[in-house]
């Protein structure tokens, strides 16, 4: 089982990954719709990227209204 | 469909429609791969009673007011219809919003019911904005688990009545819906839409695009939106027809249900339907060169021969792949909430899938305008729609001027804001505050904005009063939100953005820490209210005898700067 820790320092690389950031850019803080320059149905796609990596089903209730990475692995993490 | 000029109320309209199409099939509910729901519309009628009856037990009688919080599903369209028998007032709110704006627009409303799902609702009951809200008494939550703490709400699921609910009639000038158009941070702005606005509305609109059993659409903008309350409700469910709803619009399962469900009509926003067309241009760039070249000549031809008006039996035979990948049956795109780029909608329209896009706001019961197709044009928003008059007021020498509208679809008002109302409807004409002029066809292009706002390629109207508390007691002298179109017009309806204009104290310096306030502040609105911009205006703002801000004389000095020197990045 991974530790939240862990899960944000996942779901941070898989972001830099996906949107072809330097590793190491993104921090936990880091309201994603403003550093990665993204709308809601990019966010959209980077849920389904960040589903398939933790083999997880996250409905788009569950991020609705969030946006920081943080925050985000939290709701990943209670569904591992 | 059926005769609306017979009816009195949607409610009535939509009684008789469950009974005349009691065999249809009447919504369809997927979620991702797995279909949940297939309701004919005698199914839904069964669905549908209990909780009305439910509702007139606990007192809901005509004219109170409930509010459905909740995502496109099926429960959103059970519950809107069991409100409207029993005569009540449907005030339809954004599930987007914050807790704290929905609580604030629920007190507004005086709903005294809530309709809402388990996820919003936890979010809801654990704001300290419900306390305000006094007048929400019955909380129905949808889908809640188990062992769910509920926090003083019931269960949708098992609040039912039986036995059958007494119809509840309405008249044509009564309220059927409140729907706000904004306020969530100032001044709200709920429209009172009558019952006679929607059933105007519905004749006007099919009258040019019909519906019919057989017809799918799938319902992807909020059903809280006027446009999908119209397209993806009252309109096909008074002609027989089926909607798809999809519980999550993740892209893949967006397309995915196209094809599966053979949908006819989609309504979407301009953003989605940028991104469908780079979804689609990527694949079309990867074709091999002789593939390509053979597509292009293909495209062209279908662009002649649809020249006049569209032909989706030939398109379809031309374009195969593209329209299979659309399910094979669709017959029109509906874009709107927002302004559309023309390169994006010819880009469909020489694939052979028509656009059909217009003009509308939710003061004027959804659609103004609407491209009727004969023949298509990517340039404007189309012609006034039957029973719409428009009319361009003080128009300079261009022709453009004032977008004006009356009909039978405008609302009454706004609720408890007679002041606002005379401002905005003058003489049974509402001003819309949006510019543009008619060419020699009749048709409508708009130019820009005479308010101060903006629209969002997302189709939210943004106002900046609504988002200036979050700048409240920011240490500076004094500051407005301002729409960079308002301030410096450009003939132009995209890439509209909100600044935050600032005059700091003597001596005082924009310093980093500053900058660093107002980011952490602009952060926690939702990110497409946020300002793009600072602008640092070195003098006392206009104020009104009652120190308001005299924001239009503000807005003429700041015109006086060049924008792209004044405006600073965050």
Known sequence: MRTLEQTTQEVLDLAAKHFQLPAGSLAPGDDFFKRLGIDSLQTLEMLSRLENHFGIELPDYEVQGVSDFKTLAERIQSRL | MLDLSKYQSIGEALRDALDQFSGEVCLIEADREREKERLTYRDFKERAHPLAKALQYGGFSAGARASIIMTNQSKWLLSAYAIFSAGGVLVPLDYKLTPDEQWQLLKHSGATALVTEYPIWRQLSGSSGRAAATNVQTVLVTEAPANADLAGAERWEEFRGSGEPAFVARKRQDTACIVYSSGTGGRPKGCMMTHENYLEQCVALTSIYPFWPGVHYLSILPTNHAIDFMVGFFGPFTCGATVVHLRTLRPEYVREAFPKYKITYVSLVPLVLKNLQKGLQARFDALPPGKRKMFNALVRLNKLLTKSQPRLGISRRLLKQVHEAFGGELHTI?????????????????????????????????????????????????????????????????????????????????????????????????????????????????????????????????????????????????????????????????????????????????????????????????????????????????????????????????????????????
Request: charge should be negative; aromatic fraction near 8%.
């Open chain 2, 334 to 570: 509906i874009v709107g909430g927002a302004f559309s780029e023309p390169q994006t909608l010819q880009f469909f329209y020489d694939l052979g899938i028509p656009v059909a896009n217009g003009y509308g706001l939710t003061e004027a019961g959804t659609a103004i305008t609407v491209n009727d197709l004969k023949p298509f044009r990517a340039d404007t928003v189309g012609k006034p729609l039957p029973g719409m008059e428009v009319r361009i007021v003080n128009p300079d020498t261009d022709g453009v001027g004032e977008v004006s509208v009356r009909s039978k679809t405008i609302m009454a008002g706004y609720l408890d804001d007679p002041e606002l109302t005379a401002e905005t409807i003058v003489d049974a004409w509402l001003l819309t505050g949006d510019l543009g002029r008619f060419d020699g066809a009749g048709h409508l292009l708009l130019t820009g904005r005479k308010k101060n706002m903006i629209v969002t390629e997302e189709g939210k109207n943004i106002y900046p009063e609504d988002i200036e508390t979050v700048f409240e007691s920011l240490p500076v002298k004094e500051f407005c939100v301002f729409a960079t179109n308002y301030i410096w017009p450009k003939r132009s309806m995209v890439g509209e953005k909100l600044v935050l204009v600032l005059h700091l104290e003597l001596g005082q310096q924009y310093s980093d820490e500053l900058r660093q306030d107002i980011n952490t502040r602009n952060n926690r609105l939702l990110n497409y209210k946020r300002i793009q911009g600072v602008v640092l205006l070195d003098e006392d703002f206009p104020r009104t005898a009652s120190l308001k801000i005299k924001r239009n004389v503000l807005a003429e000095r700041l015109a006086k700067l060049d924008s792209a020197a004044v405006i600073l990045p965050l």
